[in-house]
């Protein structure tokens, strides 16, 4: 993976040399606290009054009324452990705002984080008037700005020097990049395993791989608030489907074989749904639009359940991280309602439909499986670079047009799966970042020196 190396110092130096011209995102708390989880933030912070604190255990998202993560373990000053809550805000002063001040159920919050400050001093004070230490969390850890216009689906100024590339050399770029991103993939996945351990990783993982693109955040909140260890414990598909809000309560108009199967699913959320009640997604946070039938965020819901009934044999998928055999394990997943049905109040249908698709397969092998056994073993990549892409998507389509114009090359890289992966890694490093329409991009001069 040297090429990945080459591609890291050209970004690395680009990203120092050019400024970037970028303007701030808006966050939504939801999306916040869901990076949090999976540590996007990192583990050790400094409050702002200096004090050096880690997070031990990032502990579990709240069903009960009060801060949003319970039972979490922060260290302050490399000292034991203290238990209790963590409670994260856009704004310092939501805490007052929101009347977590005099609320007791705060009483337990041992660090109040938050991304704005208030500009005056605050401070966080508990209804005991106890003191509670504050952190400032810094957005630019997930370099997620945005430039003022998305670029345009044209001719970019690169795809001249690119063009005077040997085949070989293109191939070289584009790998590199490519080696750059599943690298970066392998580091997040382990953080994950490092923080929740290695099972809820990959469930976390698979997850939101089933939400791309349109529902990822509802999946990795479903991932994080109902943990594999419960859902292995319990009826998994019944706490997937009522804490994701997809129950409907009126069965009379329906199918009768809708009916039993949705009656069996209510009879096992009813006892249940208050203790969940908290952890429900909000409907609005589900996009329906957009997406093929067979796509439906109700069909993958139900995937993600088979998957936790079979999780021994999706760790030893993960294990050998064969692609045939992980194609092979998908294609005989079966639920004996979804083969049949697009959505939970949806007709028969006459055919069976797969429950997972080739193209999910190969996000999962892409983003997932293969990413993880490339931490282990880099000579994996030839698994990686033998991936052929079935789809492609709007994104990959213009970086592939901005550096390679319309023609036979762009054709033959949107084929594969790793020269996709590499074509948008360098569309987020300088087609993103670039807010000067190509002109004072340094992707052009850099090529020349590859
Ligand atoms: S911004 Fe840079 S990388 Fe993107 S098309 Fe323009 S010159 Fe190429």
């Known amino acids: 993976m040297k ?26 708390e939801l999306e916040l606290q869901a990076h949090w989880f999976a540590g996007d933030f990192g583990r ?7 004090q050096p604190v880690r997070i031990v255990q990032f502990g579990v998202w709240n069903r009960e009324a009060g801060p949003d993560f319970a039972e979490a373990a922060v260290s302050f000053d490399n000292g034991e452990p203290v238990r209790g809550a963590i409670e994260i805000d856009l704004d310092a002063r939501d805490w007052e705002r929101h009347g977590h001040a005099t609320n007791p159920d705060y009483e337990s919050v041992v660090l109040h984080i938050f991304t704005r400050p ?29 430039v003022p216009s998305p670029p345009e689906a044209k001719l970019g100024r690169c795809s001249g020097p690119l063009r005077e590339l040997p085949d070989e050399k293109a191939y070289e770029v584009l790998f590199g990049a490519a ?7 392998a580091a997040a996945l382990a953080r994950l395993a490092e923080l929740h351990g290695p099972d809820e990783a990959l469930f976390q993982a698979l997850a939101a791989t089933l939400g791309y693109k349109s529902n990822k955040l509802p999946f990795t909140l479903l991932a994080q608030r109902l943990p594999l260890r419960l859902l292995r414990k319990s009826e998994a598909d019944t706490l997937l489907f009522g804490a994701s809000g997809f129950l409907p309560h009126d069965l009379a108009s329906l199918e009768s074989s809708t009916r039993t199967y949705l009656r069996g699913l209510w009879e096992n959320w ?9 952890l429900k997604i909000d409907p609005p946070l589900w996009r329906m639009s957009g997406q093929r039938p067979a796509n439906h965020p109700q069909r993958r819901l139900a995937a993600l359940a088979q998957m ?16 045939t055999a992980i194609h092979e394990f998908f294609d ?17 249908s006459p055919r069976r439909m797969a429950l997972v698709g080739e193209s999910r397969v190969i996000e999962m092998l892409a983003n997932v499986f293969l990413p993880m056994a490339i931490a282990q073993d880099e000579n994996r990549w030839a698994d990686f670079k033998k991936l052929r892409a079935p789809l492609t998507n709007q994104r990959v389509e213009v970086a592939a047009l901005r550096l390679f114009g319309e023609g036979a090359r762009k054709k033959e890289y949107l084929k594969s799966v790793a020269l ?9 490093d300088f087609c993103l970042r670039d807010a000067s329409d190509c002109a004072r991009c340094q992707f052009p001069r850099q090529l020349a020196q590859w």
């Open 3 to 28: 090429s990945g190396t080459r591609y890291e110092n050209l970004r690395s130096t680009l990203v120092r040399e050019e400024p970037l011209v970028t303007t701030p995102r808006d966050w939504d």
């Open 44 to 50: 050790e912070f400094v409050t702002t009054t200096g």
């Open 118 to 146: 208030s500009g005056a001093e605050f401070f966080t004070r508990t209804a005991e008037h106890r003191l509670v230490p504050q952190v400032l969390l810094d957005l630019s850890r997930l370099s997620d700005d945005v």
């Open 179 to 185: 080696q750059f991103r599943l690298r970066r993939k």
């Open 270 to 278: 009813w006892p249940r749904r208050a203790e969940f009640e908290r």
């Open 308 to 323: 936790v009934r079979l999780w021994p044999k999706i760790r030893a998928l993960v294990d050998r991280a064969e692609a």
């Open 332 to 348: 005989q997943l079966k639920d004996e309602y979804w083969d049949y049905h697009y959505t939970v109040t949806s007709k028969t």
């Open 420 to 428: 996709q992966q590499g074509l948008l890694q360098i569309y987020e």
